[in-house]
């Protein structure tokens, strides 16, 4: 189930561990490795082939534990049919330089099928502010692709699912990604194809939105993307483009809607001598800024440098200098990011009037300022 996305793609020679009992159980009867990766998650998986793939690295045994079953036996991807496949309710969106890292490591031409995002339009119930990204000519903002695993934590849930969409012929919107910052928590739409989208829609209210009839649910969304900010006559409105609305939701997918606990976590180190944490194990991040699995791919570059420089100078690969080298490089990028998004959430979470005018004038504002939003969509695009 967790590894649906990345198994077939794994060279042969990775050992996944599932449900095994412990490692010390393992290492008694005799299972050794050079490398050791505690859960076979997207960011676990894909250290495990980016090392896998590396000239200095690959002569290296990697095993990989992994707590849940094995996935049942699934058709070849080359086999998936784009079209008639369900949809999975589980998307992460990835940005440009996530999908060049999945290209080098051979996983991004092997997925089945995408959509890529050219527009995002963010907006607000507090007041009538929105800011739109545009990719332009140049490309796109970031890419939908599906993964179904596991998430924990606690404190706020996410309700994901996969949405129909009321948009008939109209296809403008098929490449749009819609964000609103709202009460109780942000609702995000990513496209899938001509009228599917994908929801992840963060709130504390997820037991009672999860207890709804799908029909009452679909109206809730739809009020909820849709109601007159609270704050109408809220100076200003965004600047360089035209605000829309989304289309209306029409349908949830049957058995699509499902709700994941949600947790900011940070460890102070990635590293202690011959262990490393990588992805969600050594940050978790609010997925409304869509970037906690773009960090862990930054992680798992970094990390497969760092063992890669180990490897060519013939020195331990679980080094501790080298392993530091690897905690400050990934704590300089990924602790600012963090911090941001855990300000920007905490910002949305508030309904206090001087601090709603505060952000719908920074989100105005923004909208434009070309410059400091093509800023922002390159810090979003290099994690
Ligand atoms: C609703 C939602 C939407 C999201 N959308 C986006 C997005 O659009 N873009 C984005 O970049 N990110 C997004 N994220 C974040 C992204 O999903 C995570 O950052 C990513 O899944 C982390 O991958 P991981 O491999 O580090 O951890 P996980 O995916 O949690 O994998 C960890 C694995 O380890 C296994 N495991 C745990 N404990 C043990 C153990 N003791 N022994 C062995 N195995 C163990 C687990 O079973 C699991 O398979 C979203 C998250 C949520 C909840």
Redesign the pocket.
Known sequence: K??AMLVPLLPIRFRV?SQ?PSFRQMSSSGCDADVII?????????LACAMGRNPWISDKKILI????PAPAPSPPLAEVDPVSTPYSN??????PG?EKFLESINVWSKLPRWQAVHRMQVWETGSAAFINFDAGSSDKI?T?VE?N?????MLEK???GTLEMDCGEDDRDDHVAWQRFQDPGPI?L?PLRHGLSSL?W?TRDADRLMALTEEEFVEELNKALTRSPQWENCPPRGGSSAFRLPPTVSKVVSGSRAA???ALTMACSYVRPRVVL?????H??H?M?????????GDVQALTRAVERSARLGKEIGGRNELMEYNSRRQRVNVPIMTAIDSLHRLYSTTLAPLVLLRSLGLGATDAAGPLKRLIMLQAST?
């Open positions: 967790t590894c561990a095994c505690s859960g076979g998650g997207l960011v676990g998986m894909a534990l992994e707590r849940s589980r998307v992460v969106a990835l940005n996530t970031t939908v993964t695993w596991l998430l924990r934590g996410a309700i994901v995000a990513l992840v963060s994941y606990p949600l990588v992805g969600d194990a050594a978790q991040v997925p800024a869509g970037l906690g699995v773009n960090l862990g791919f994690t």
